[in-house]
């Protein structure tokens, strides 16, 4: 299947899913979907700076890779959908909500690091992302903390995807200015 039409069939489910918890994107009333396409965004311009990528796997996991997350979506589910592979790399980038807080990142990059470099990608990708204006609510802590988180998911995902990682230690650096 070409990228245009799994983007499509994909971006489709991930819409209804997050359109049914009305989730929008932090501080706006933007729809979440634009989260998601930015994501994807940056997984389609790395996927020119990158050999052996596959581009349709890719696609398909920066859309979905907050439905186990914020919506009601199912493992099964996706599996349905997507297929095992989609949905173990969707899964993996899942916090893990019955651990302590200061141990859902590292596990789920411990769970990434088991997976295919795409997986890596997209959570690079999802990173760069976000690291935009931060959200009014934030205090100076909670934004040093994310910085922080940021350099984390760098350094433990070295090697998965030269171009993102770049991208990313430079929005780390952007990043400062909203630092008090």
Known sequence: MDVQTVYQKTIIFATIKHLEN??????????????LSNVTMEILVA?????????????????????LED?????????TEFGLEIAKG???LTKNENLPKEEKMLDSLDRISKLRKEVWAVKLADRITNLQKPPKTWDNLKRQNYKKEAAIILEK?????????????SKIEEYERYLD
């Open 157 to 169: 995902l070295k090697g998965g995807n030269a171009y993102l990682e770049n991208r990313l230690r």
């Open 71 to 79: 919506t009601n979506t199912t493992f099964e589910e996706l599996e």
């Open 47 to 67: 996927a020119n700076h990158s050999d052996n990528f596959d581009l349709n796997f890719a696609v398909q996991v920066a859309l979905l890779h907050d439905t």
């Open 22 to 35: 009305n989730q929008t994107i932090t501080d706006s009333n933007l729809p979440y979907v634009i989260h």
């Open 90 to 92: 969707v899964s993996a």
